[in-house]
């Protein structure tokens, strides 16, 4: 594979996703921009200026202690009441009310909150799956973007590399079947591309191209990443991005006044 | 890059996303699957048994002669009132109300329908941009599972490997900003990955866990495809699927009854 193609404006044309192995279990107060650094320098990719990295929520949550055994949560009348008509854990519908702001809806055995974030998503992102122990459950982290933030100030520590680092979940959404990976954590890069005012290969101007690029690399980690494989984190090589320290997960979040499904 | 990293599982670790370039202005009657077969090759990233390729609804449309002229459309009189209200072009909201079978929303001046196939989106995927002629406006193609299939069957005759195609488009979605690329034809691919039943890296068995992967890859697509790069194509390389001769974009469409959201 020619690594060098590039189109007629210089933009690269071809990009690596790269998982990183041997990572292992990770437990609260792990480092996790010192084993991203060494684990991708050992297994011959270290990390390059303009690599972004992008780390799954759980083994942030875990870094981070962000882990709850349902054991000790005692469930309120309200959690009882609705996890009867859920067919769940009343434990954990505790936990997810805990973390919603707003319950956006309650059918079909599904609870859609939005979280304290602003994300909507199912369950408030608390998850049981990759979790060791058979009640304990994840909540995503308090503030995904500062996670994002810190790994990368890590790794650029480190490696006096430039990078830019996602922390990616997986969510449902409407009108589709299946679930797809976004990203709730950004640092380093603008989330969304704007296109609009640039021209199309015609001239034309875009009118409204927005494009959740975050999102997209997020879904394009998940490819390497999986469910079930054991690797956190991967690095996405070659895509021709702009260093930004102001870029949030904030502007994936679409306000409720411009929400027609909500 | 190492590109036989693989994980314990022997599960492919590094995906290649590859644009191909040189395909040029594509127009009613074009040899799609000639011309990939060709691009490819002479770039030096020849087709290989078990690459992805992804080709952008618009080449695809246009390769299908999709192509409306709104000069030519005389809107009704239903078109023509709406379309004030949504401070849109009565020929434009004509061939969206055609290419409809439902509106599901109509506010803030977005048209969201499903189409005749299914899809829910914007404008029933009727789209101006990247279209040669200031009047012009393509339509997503009638079949675009079989759009898919032919240019996989021409890929797979001129190079005797076995591939899988995606046509992709870009569609916005609710709670989030900004737009994505999905699958909206499917070729020789599964476009779900139905882990249910399969157990995470703890053992446990992961209960709900139906990955769109076919949405994921065509989203890492759109990071080199881009809106104004000219490359309406590339391969993803690297990634493990099996084989399917059964796989559909309609198992990508959420039935309305388990659909929260319509």
């Not at 079909?108 to 909150?113: A, H, K, L, S």
């Not at 909507?120 to 608390?126: D, I, K, L, P, T």
């Not at 810190?150 to 449902?172: C, E, M, N, P």
């Amino acid at each position: 594979m020619d690594e060098n193609i590039t189109s007629a404006n210089g933009a690269s044309l071809s990009i690596a996703i790269i998982g990183i192995t041997g990572i292992g279990e990770i437990t609260a107060g792990h480092d996790l921009g010192l084993t991203i650094y060494e684990k991708a320098m050992a297994q011959g990719t270290p990390v390059q200026d303009g690599d972004i990295i992008v780390v799954t929520q759980k083994a942030v949550s875990k870094s981070e202690g962000m882990i709850v055994d349902l054991d000790t949560i005692t469930p309120s009348p309200f959690a009882l009441g609705i996890s009867k008509t859920l067919n769940k854990d009343p434990r954990l519908v505790e936990v997810v009310l805990r973390e919603a702001s707003r319950i956006v809806k309650m059918d079909n055995g599904v609870i859609i909150t939005q979280t304290h974030h602003g994300f909507v998503c199912a369950n408030s992102g608390v998850d049981a799956s990759n979790v060791p122990g058979s009640s304990s459950v994840t909540l995503l982290p308090r503030d995904p973007d500062a996670s994002a933030a810190r790994i990368r100030a890590r790794i650029q520590d480190l490696s006096g590399r430039r990078v830019a680092v996602i922390v990616s979940d997986t969510f449902g959404r409407p009108w589709r079947m299946g679930i797809v990976n976004v990203a709730i954590g950004v640092s380093g890069l603008e989330p969304i591309a704007d296109l609009r005012g640039s021209a199309d290969a015609f001239g034309k101007t875009l009118k409204a191209t927005e494009i959740a690029v975050a999102d997209e690399i997020a879904s394009a980690a998940e490819l390497v990443t999986g469910k079930t494989r054991g690797i956190p984190v991967v690095i996405v090589r070659g895509y021709p991005w702009s260093f930004s320290e102001t870029g949030s997960s904030k502007s994936l979040i679409r306000p409720k006044e411009s929400d027609l499904f909500r």
